[in-house]
Protein backbone atom coordinates (compact mmCIF):
# COMPACT_ATOMS: atom_id res chain seq x y z
CA UNK A 1 0.00 0.00 0.00
CA UNK A 2 2.79 2.31 0.74
CA UNK A 3 4.60 1.91 -2.66
CA UNK A 4 1.40 2.73 -4.32
CA UNK A 5 0.73 6.31 -2.38
CA UNK A 6 4.33 6.94 -3.08
CA UNK A 7 4.12 5.85 -6.62
CA UNK A 8 0.80 8.02 -6.89
CA UNK A 9 2.69 10.98 -5.59
CA UNK A 10 5.93 10.49 -7.85
CA UNK A 11 3.13 10.62 -10.73
CA UNK A 12 1.24 13.48 -9.80
CA UNK A 13 4.62 15.38 -9.14
CA UNK A 14 5.70 14.54 -12.45
CA UNK A 15 1.86 15.63 -13.52
CA UNK A 16 2.52 18.50 -12.01
CA UNK A 17 6.14 19.66 -12.93
CA UNK A 18 5.70 19.02 -16.85
CA UNK A 19 2.30 21.06 -16.63
CA UNK A 20 4.20 23.72 -15.30
CA UNK A 21 7.40 23.48 -17.46
CA UNK A 22 5.23 23.50 -20.16
CA UNK A 23 2.79 26.23 -19.32
CA UNK A 24 6.14 28.49 -18.18
CA UNK A 25 7.71 27.39 -21.81
CA UNK A 26 4.40 28.65 -23.69
CA UNK A 27 3.97 31.75 -21.89
CA UNK A 28 7.31 32.93 -21.98
CA UNK A 29 7.76 31.98 -25.94
CA UNK A 30 4.53 33.76 -26.77
CA UNK A 31 5.60 37.04 -24.63
CA UNK A 32 9.06 37.02 -26.59
CA UNK A 33 7.60 36.76 -30.00
CA UNK A 34 4.92 39.40 -29.24
CA UNK A 35 7.71 41.93 -27.56
CA UNK A 36 10.69 41.08 -30.36
CA UNK A 37 9.08 39.47 -32.98
CA UNK A 38 5.69 40.52 -33.99
CA UNK A 39 6.12 43.87 -32.10
CA UNK A 40 2.84 44.21 -31.63
CA UNK A 41 3.99 47.78 -29.47
CA UNK A 42 5.11 48.80 -33.13
CA UNK A 43 1.75 48.07 -34.74
CA UNK A 44 -0.88 48.98 -32.16
CA UNK A 45 -4.48 46.94 -31.85
CA UNK A 46 -3.94 43.92 -34.45
CA UNK A 47 -6.88 41.85 -35.16
CA UNK A 48 -6.25 38.34 -35.14
CA UNK A 49 -9.80 36.69 -35.51
CA UNK A 50 -13.09 38.68 -35.59
CA UNK A 51 -13.03 38.10 -31.97
CA UNK A 52 -9.13 38.21 -31.06
CA UNK A 53 -7.07 41.18 -31.05
CA UNK A 54 -3.24 41.50 -30.35
CA UNK A 55 -2.45 44.55 -28.43
CA UNK A 56 0.55 45.23 -25.96
CA UNK A 57 -0.78 46.51 -22.44
CA UNK A 58 2.17 46.59 -19.27
CA UNK A 59 0.20 45.48 -16.19
CA UNK A 60 2.05 46.88 -13.01
CA UNK A 61 -0.29 45.25 -10.52
CA UNK A 62 -2.00 42.38 -10.29
CA UNK A 63 -5.05 40.50 -11.98
CA UNK A 64 -7.21 42.48 -14.08
CA UNK A 65 -4.74 45.10 -13.39
CA UNK A 66 -5.35 45.88 -9.32
CA UNK A 67 -2.99 47.33 -7.36
CA UNK A 68 -1.17 49.25 -9.52
CA UNK A 69 2.51 49.70 -8.50
CA UNK A 70 4.52 52.31 -9.59
CA UNK A 71 7.20 52.04 -7.51
CA UNK A 72 10.12 49.52 -6.98
CA UNK A 73 9.11 48.86 -3.55
CA UNK A 74 5.88 47.80 -5.08
CA UNK A 75 7.00 45.76 -7.45
CA UNK A 76 9.25 44.32 -4.79
CA UNK A 77 6.19 43.13 -2.80
CA UNK A 78 4.48 41.93 -5.59
CA UNK A 79 7.65 40.27 -6.82
CA UNK A 80 8.06 38.99 -3.15
CA UNK A 81 4.15 37.26 -2.86
CA UNK A 82 4.99 35.68 -6.50
CA UNK A 83 7.96 34.14 -4.39
CA UNK A 84 5.76 32.78 -1.50
CA UNK A 85 3.19 31.43 -3.59
CA UNK A 86 5.07 29.64 -5.78
CA UNK A 87 6.76 28.11 -2.42
CA UNK A 88 3.32 27.31 -1.36
CA UNK A 89 2.47 25.93 -4.52
CA UNK A 90 5.29 24.09 -5.36
CA UNK A 91 5.02 22.28 -1.21
CA UNK A 92 1.87 21.39 -2.28
CA UNK A 93 2.17 20.01 -5.54
CA UNK A 94 5.29 18.06 -3.89
CA UNK A 95 2.78 16.80 -1.14
CA UNK A 96 -0.22 15.96 -4.02
CA UNK A 97 -0.85 12.27 -4.83
CA UNK A 98 -3.70 13.17 -7.19
CA UNK A 99 -2.95 13.80 -10.94
CA UNK A 100 -5.93 15.66 -11.73
CA UNK A 101 -4.82 18.19 -8.49
CA UNK A 102 -1.01 18.45 -9.75
CA UNK A 103 -2.23 19.28 -13.25
CA UNK A 104 -4.36 22.58 -12.07
CA UNK A 105 -1.53 23.18 -9.29
CA UNK A 106 1.14 22.93 -12.40
CA UNK A 107 -1.14 25.41 -14.11
CA UNK A 108 -1.01 27.93 -11.43
CA UNK A 109 2.61 27.61 -10.96
CA UNK A 110 3.48 27.68 -14.47
CA UNK A 111 1.50 31.15 -14.76
CA UNK A 112 2.90 32.73 -11.84
CA UNK A 113 6.51 31.75 -12.90
CA UNK A 114 5.61 33.37 -15.95
CA UNK A 115 4.44 36.36 -14.93
CA UNK A 116 7.26 35.98 -11.77
CA UNK A 117 9.84 36.41 -15.12
CA UNK A 118 8.37 38.91 -16.44
CA UNK A 119 7.81 41.83 -13.55
CA UNK A 120 11.54 40.68 -12.52
CA UNK A 121 12.98 41.43 -16.26
CA UNK A 122 10.61 44.16 -16.83
CA UNK A 123 9.14 45.64 -14.04
CA UNK A 124 5.71 44.57 -15.40
CA UNK A 125 4.01 41.60 -17.22
CA UNK A 126 3.34 41.84 -20.66
CA UNK A 127 -0.31 41.41 -21.51
CA UNK A 128 -1.52 41.28 -24.84
CA UNK A 129 -4.33 38.97 -25.98
CA UNK A 130 -8.05 41.00 -25.96
CA UNK A 131 -11.12 39.04 -26.25
CA UNK A 132 -14.10 41.15 -27.78
CA UNK A 133 -17.74 40.65 -28.72
CA UNK A 134 -20.37 42.81 -29.33
CA UNK A 135 -19.10 45.88 -28.06
CA UNK A 136 -17.70 44.03 -25.53
CA UNK A 137 -13.83 43.79 -24.52
CA UNK A 138 -12.77 41.98 -21.74
CA UNK A 139 -9.03 42.73 -20.07
CA UNK A 140 -6.04 42.28 -22.15
CA UNK A 141 -4.49 38.86 -20.50
CA UNK A 142 -1.64 36.67 -21.71
CA UNK A 143 -0.99 32.99 -21.65
CA UNK A 144 0.40 32.88 -17.68
CA UNK A 145 -3.16 34.76 -16.79
CA UNK A 146 -5.13 32.20 -18.80
CA UNK A 147 -3.17 29.22 -17.52
CA UNK A 148 -3.73 30.82 -13.46
CA UNK A 149 -7.69 30.91 -14.42
CA UNK A 150 -7.90 27.51 -15.63
CA UNK A 151 -6.22 25.85 -12.98
CA UNK A 152 -8.14 27.45 -10.08
CA UNK A 153 -10.92 26.17 -11.85
CA UNK A 154 -9.61 22.99 -11.86
CA UNK A 155 -8.81 23.31 -8.33
CA UNK A 156 -12.06 24.67 -6.98
CA UNK A 157 -13.44 21.50 -8.93
CA UNK A 158 -11.40 19.20 -7.56
CA UNK A 159 -11.65 20.63 -4.13
CA UNK A 160 -15.92 20.84 -4.42
CA UNK A 161 -16.70 18.71 -6.89
CA UNK A 162 -14.91 15.64 -7.87
CA UNK A 163 -13.22 14.29 -4.61
CA UNK A 164 -17.07 13.46 -3.33
CA UNK A 165 -16.79 10.44 -5.97
CA UNK A 166 -13.19 10.13 -7.06
CA UNK A 167 -11.00 6.48 -6.74
CA UNK A 168 -9.11 7.76 -3.92
CA UNK A 169 -11.96 8.51 -1.73
CA UNK A 170 -14.22 5.21 -2.79
CA UNK A 171 -10.93 3.31 -1.94
CA UNK A 172 -10.26 4.42 1.42
CA UNK A 173 -13.98 4.20 2.72
CA UNK A 174 -14.42 0.94 1.04
CA UNK A 175 -14.75 -1.99 3.74
CA UNK A 176 -15.37 -5.72 3.10
CA UNK A 177 -18.18 -6.75 5.62
CA UNK A 178 -18.32 -10.28 6.49
Same mark, same amino acid.
Given at each position: ?? #??????????????? !???????? =???????????? *???????????????? @??? #?????? $???????? &??????????????????? %??????? %? $??? &? %??????? !????????????? *?? +???????????? @??? *???????? =?????? +???? *????????? $? =?? +??? $? &??????
Amino acid at each position: MA #VCAVGGVRGALRTGI !LTAALTLA =ADQITKLWVLFG *YEIADRGRVQVLPFID @FVM #VWNRGV $SYGMFQQE &TTLGRLVLLAVTVAAVVFL %SVWMARE %S $SRF &T %SFGLGLV !LGGAIGNGIDRAA *YG +AVADFVLLHAGG @FEW *YVFNIADA =AIVVGA +ALLL *YGAFWRGNG $S =AE +AKT $S &TTRIEG
